[in-house]
């Protein structure tokens, strides 16, 4: 576990990132490595060739991007010469079958998958409307929900089995305190500081730790070990406080990337909803 406590990797959840797949795929085509629809369009602007195969004003502008992502200065000069060493290398990885190689082809079909994964989600927040009445609408909405605003604060020893859990709690029935149980036992950062965790909503931390939180009163524990996937925590409620709302300039960005990433789940949960998924390992 990293950070300072149980984080939430769904929120926000980060969009696909493609700049090695731009790499990766560059104008892998007249191939069998190449998907079908790779293939360059009669019509494409082409900026120089190689044993008259062309490299496109295309495959140049993401090559120039490439760059850029970088932190180098985008020179239309130095990216050409970048690809055109890109396409020899590739061109000679082919004839030698690299990309037959059984672990090369899952790594060129999962940066494909990333890379089309990515320009998909794009064209979706391309297409939404979020526009100003939408947002105070989730405005509103977020000032109505005083539980949304509410911050914990909160102490927690994390631990590998629910029978060392079990152990600590049995410990702090028995008057032991939690905090030099946290630093004697704890694997998680916080235990240097006693297992404390600062202030934080419930929206910043992972299920159930939330859950089970938010449950709590001030001065209560966790009578029985909560579990999620950083392992087995006893959880300790020191306070909770109630944070007045931002103004709406001020949380504005934060409402549209909820509203973005609450529309990109809801995508994925339908793609999932009509298609038959069958995973055959344990």
């Not at 109630?242 to 549209?256: G, K, N, S």
């Amino acid at each position: 576990m990293s950070g300072r406590l149980p984080r939430n990797p769904a929120n926000p959840r980060p969009l696909l990132s493609s700049v090695a797949a731009i790499i990766l795929l560059t104008a892998c085509n007249g191939d069998s490595a190449a998907e079908p629809d790779a293939a360059i369009p009669d019509d494409a602007e082409v900026v120089a060739r190689i044993d008259g195969e062309p490299i496109t004003a295309v495959d140049l502008d993401a090559q120039l991007q490439t760059m850029a992502a970088r932190g180098e200065p985008p020179e239309r000069e130095a990216a050409l010469e970048e690809l055109i060493d890109l396409h020899l290398l590739r061109r000679r990885a082919e004839a030698d079958e690299i990309h037959r190689q059984p672990e090369t082809a899952a790594e060129i079909r999962r940066q494909r998958a990333m890379l089309l994964a990515n320009h998909l989600i794009r064209a979706e927040i391309e297409a939404l409307n979020i526009d100003d009445d939408h947002l105070r609408a989730a405005y509103e909405d977020y000032v109505d929900n005083a539980a949304e605003r509410r911050e914990f604060n909160a102490r927690h020893i994390l631990v590998e089995s629910r029978a060392e859990a079990e152990d600590l709690i049995r410990q702090i029935e028995e008057g032991g305190d939690f905090g030099e149980l946290a630093r004697e036992y704890s694997t998680g950062p916080s235990g240097d500081r006693g297992g404390d965790l600062d202030w934080f909503r419930a929206d910043e931390v992972v299920e159930p730790f939330a859950r089970v939180v938010a449950g709590l009163s001030p001065d209560e524990y966790t009578g029985e070990p909560v579990e999620t996937r950083f392992g087995w925590h006893v959880i300790l409620l020191q306070d909770v406080r109630d944070v007045e709302p931002e103004p709406f300039e001020a949380v504005r960005d934060q409402l549209r990337e909820r509203e973005v990433n609450a529309h990109v789940q809801q995508f994925l949960r339908e793609l999932r909803a009509n298609s038959e998924i069958e995973i055959e390992i344990e």
